[in-house]
């Protein structure tokens, strides 16, 4: 059952965060995007810089998460980004604080399931390669 949530939880995000980046393309184009982006989201991507890479990771992470691939880099690289989304619609645009609160908490499954794989940064006084 566990193994099922998980594969579940990382196809979820998977396609959350690939949507969200392809959004987030529309925008950097000034197209109109296929889904409501925050007001106060983009109000914080004054560079456009600062977009372009947080939706390329995003693209990348999705297709990285859907595919099953290199999901504990996946999960480094997400974290400050689910972070930044869940802390934006806490403070700042509650309108889809329901979906922030949802990626949080299957974003943490993920992490949990895969915390072995995180352990070694929670050393102490590593081990020295020599």
């Known amino acids: 059952m566990i193994k099922i949530s998980m ?7 998977g396609v959350v965060f690939l949507i969200a980046g392809i959004n987030g393309f529309f925008v950097i184009f000034g197209l109109e995007p296929f889904i409501a982006t925050s007001p106060a989201a983009m109000a ?30 996946a999960i480094a690289i997400l974290s400050p980004i689910v972070a930044n989304i869940f802390l934006l619609h ?10 922030a609160i949802m990626l949080v ?9 895969y915390r072995n794989n995180f352990m070694s940064l929670l050393e102490r006084k590593p081990n020295s390669p020599h």
Do not use: M, W
């Open 105 to 113: 908490l299957t974003f943490g499954f993920l992490l949990f399931y």
């Open 7 to 13: 594969h579940i939880s990382r196809l979820f995000l």
């Open 44 to 73: 914080l991507f004054e560079f456009k810089y600062l977009l372009i890479a947080e939706k390329t990771l995003e693209v990348i992470c999705g297709i990285l998460l859907i595919i099953n691939q290199f999901i504990p880099l």
């Open 90 to 99: 806490l403070f700042l645009d509650h309108s889809l604080l329901p979906l």
